[in-house]
Nanobody, 118 residues
Framework: QVQLVESGGGTVRPGGSLRLSCVAS????????MNWIRQAPGKGLEWVSH????????FYASSVRDRFTISMDKAKKTLYLQMNRLTPWDTAVYYC???????????WGQGTQVTVSS
């Protein structure tokens, strides 16, 4: 079955960096777009970034553009999110989410907590 397992979260000071990873299994990783979506405490879900199938095309929310970079290693079936110049407003649970191919999200990871605090 499809599994998405995130890691790499933690606590970091403002201005710091973290790299999130998401190991995928149970589907043909290169054939689907992938996303990072986050949920801050007490807030709704916020889409963060998307990478197209086979690694083609990357897109970012305006709040993270120029600070975050999404990428994938197809051989390792792993999705990454490099996060630089973190701010307290980036504090959230970050989810790795598979796109269904029909503009929908069909599988979610368990999430990894990112806390930015001095």
């Amino acid at each position: 079955q499809v599994q998405l397992v995130e890691s790499g979260g933690g606590t970091v000071r403002p201005g710091g960096s973290l790299r999130l990873s998401c190991v995928a299994s149970g589907f043909s990783f290169r054939d689907y777009g992938m996303n990072w979506i986050r949920q801050a405490p007490g807030k709704g879900l916020e889409w963060v970034s998307h990478i197209g199938r086979n690694g083609g095309g990357t897109f970012y929310a305006s709040s993270v553009r120029d600070r975050f970079t999404i990428s994938m290693d197809k051989a390792k079936k792993t999705l990454y999110l490099q996060m630089n110049r973190l701010t307290p407003w980036d504090t959230a649970v970050y989810y790795c989410v598979k796109a269904s191919g029909y503009g929908l999200y069909d599988y979610w990871g368990q999430g990894t907590q990112v806390t930015v605090s001095s």
